[in-house]
């Protein structure tokens, strides 16, 4: 598939590029006449990563890099993203994405796992975690989610949503579409890098997917998925100013679940603390592990 190119900063990507292709290299699976991308690190429990809608697999690579030290990293590139072949449906819902995941934890033979949906990808994890297969997910950890707009209630927003994301696709290109929407990612005290790694993300978007994930985001509620037989926790950027902290709490609640903030963080947290954002992953897996609650 063919990515639009990002020469913005590349000095301060150029590292993580190659730190990419040591420790965090992209696999490919055959599933259903479907190709699969995914990244690996790692071994032990098995914790499995789904990107937003702005993002891909290589997003999570400072994050895995530490916690790979003690799990099973996986990360995949969401149908449509990356090296991953699209839905066949134009307007795919989250059953979709969903049945995808199945294929892929089938044919790496993953039979449970906390799962972790970042931004758009919560709303994957939600499906998956309340559908026929919920006795995989030990836990479910969701950060910075996206709830959709696929509720009655949001008729409004959602075709706001849709025409606007639409139109920056056909009017800017994923290239300049990345150059002005990746500022947005970031709380303002955000490293130079951690700014040109969102973009260097963002700018690998295929058009098509990138389609798909917006019918995705304004179809879909992700609360239509709820409740949960399975602990769940949220958590949010206190600078996050696209999933703000207060629907964040929303969401928690409506699902049961617990809630944190993540200091000195905006939407992208996974890239601008992984370091802490691991950590809570890292203590997920061990809560897992326990059956213990937060």
Known sequence: MSHAIDNRAPSLTADLQAQLALHFPQRLLEIAGARQ??????????IVLLHGIGSGSAS???????????ARVIAWDAPGYGDSSPLRALAPDASDYAERLLQMLDALGIQRCVLVGHSLGAITAVAFAS???QQRISRLVLISPAQGYGHP????????????????LE????????EQRSPYMLSPAASPKAQAWVQW???????????????????????????LSMPCEVHCGEADGITS??????????????????????HASPIEQPCVVAGRLAFAIKESLTGASL
Not at 37 to 46: K, N, T, V
Not at 60 to 70: C, D, F, I, V
Not at 154 to 160: F, H, M, S
Not at 162 to 167: D, P, V, Y
């Open 37 to 46: 991308a995914f990244r690996e690190c790692g071994s032990g429990p098995a």
């Open 60 to 70: 999570w690579l400072e994050l895995a890099q530490e916690l790979g030290r003690s």
């Open 131 to 133: 559908g026929v297969q």
């Open 153 to 168: 209630s949001r008729a409004l927003q959602r075709q706001e949503v849709r025409s606007k994301r639409l139109h920056a």
């Open 171 to 178: 009017q800017l290109g994923i290239h300049h579409m990345a």
């Open 201 to 227: 993300n963002m700018a690998r978007l295929n058009t098509d997917g990138y389609r798909q994930a917006i019918e995705l985001l304004c179809g879909e509620d992700l609360l239509r998925h709820a409740p």
């Open 245 to 266: 902290p207060e629907s964040c709490l929303t969401l928690a609640n409506a699902l049961g679940g617990t809630f944190n903030l993540i200091a000195d963080a905006g």
